[in-house]
T-cell receptor, first 118, second 117 residues
Framework: EAGVAQSPRYKIIEKRQSVAFWCNPI?????LYWYQQILGQGPKLLIQ????????DSQLPKDRFSAERLKGVDSTLKIQPAKLEDSAVYLC????????????????FGEGSWLTVV | AQKVTQAQTEISVVEKEDVTLDCVYE???????LFWYKQPPSGELVFLIR??????QNEISGRYSWNFQKSTSSFNFTITASQVVDSAVYFC??????????????FGAGTRLAVHP
């Protein structure tokens, strides 16, 4: 079974520029997540989708970050304009459902998109 | 509020040593899940184990074992006879799927394990 796919793997941009990351979740997974992982820290949830609807974006800096999942499958995360503190790994993840007790709500992660803002 | 604490920032061992990674969590909920993930240098978070709050049985999978103790709010991870391939950052995480948390994972800061030949 194919895992969570992300691209690009690496991106270097100057501050105030924009960047977009793409994610394709595991087939059949209704819930998609974007996490931000700053060097030396654990991942932090930015936004969570159930199909194409947002269920939690409380920690998304909405003045510069946006995300969409228009057809309930692929998702894009955009940063505009980027700041130095946005340098991090952006991890996409997916799970079967919001409260899928049969699988224990296991969340599977992609390899991440590494962003450096200079 | 929910919180996960991994007090060990870095651990260094020699191959074949046993090593235990500590995880302490805080939650007011009675139903929750605990997880361990491994993050090798490639960056992907690899799922290792899930444990629900009603199952306190310890689990063993090959060289890996987990000790869940609700009385001390701990979910520790032991690697027996460590190998160089075990070198990675290990994260403990907590999720509450039934209380408006919508399956949000709360991660600890991680423990970097270095296994030397």
């Amino acid at each position: 079974e194919a895992g969570v796919a992300q691209s690009p793997r690496y991106k270097i941009i100057e501050k105030r520029q924009s960047v977009a990351f793409w994610c394709n979740p595991i087939s059949g997974h209704a819930t998609l997540y974007w996490y931000q992982q700053i060097l030396g820290q654990g991942p932090k949830l930015l936004i969570q989708f159930q199909n194409n609807g947002v269920v939690d974006d409380s920690q998304l800096p909405k003045d510069r970050f946006s995300a969409e999942r228009l057809k309930g499958v692929d998702s894009t995360l955009k940063i505009q304009p980027a700041k130095l503190e946005d340098s991090a790994v952006y991890l996409c993840a997916s799970s079967l459902g919001l409260r899928d007790s049969s699988s224990g709500n296991t969340i599977y992660f992609g390899e991440g998109s590494w962003l450096t803002v200079v | 509020a929910q919180k996960v604490t991994q007090a060990q920032t870095e651990i260094s061992v020699v191959e074949k040593e046993d090593v235990t990674l500590d995880c302490v969590y805080e939650t007011r909920d009675t139903t929750y899940y605990l997880f361990w993930y491994k993050q090798p240098p490639s960056g992907e978070l690899v799922f290792l184990i899930r444990r629900n709050s009603f199952d306190e049985q310890n689990e063993i999978s090959g060289r890996y074992s987990w000790n869940f103790q609700k009385s001390t709010s701990s979910f520790n991870f032991t690697i027996t006879a460590s190998q160089v391939v075990d070198s990675a950052v290990y994260f403990c995480a907590l999720s509450d799927p039934y209380s408006g948390g919508y399956n949000k994972l709360i991660f600890g800061a991680g423990t970097r394990l270095a296994v030397h030949p």
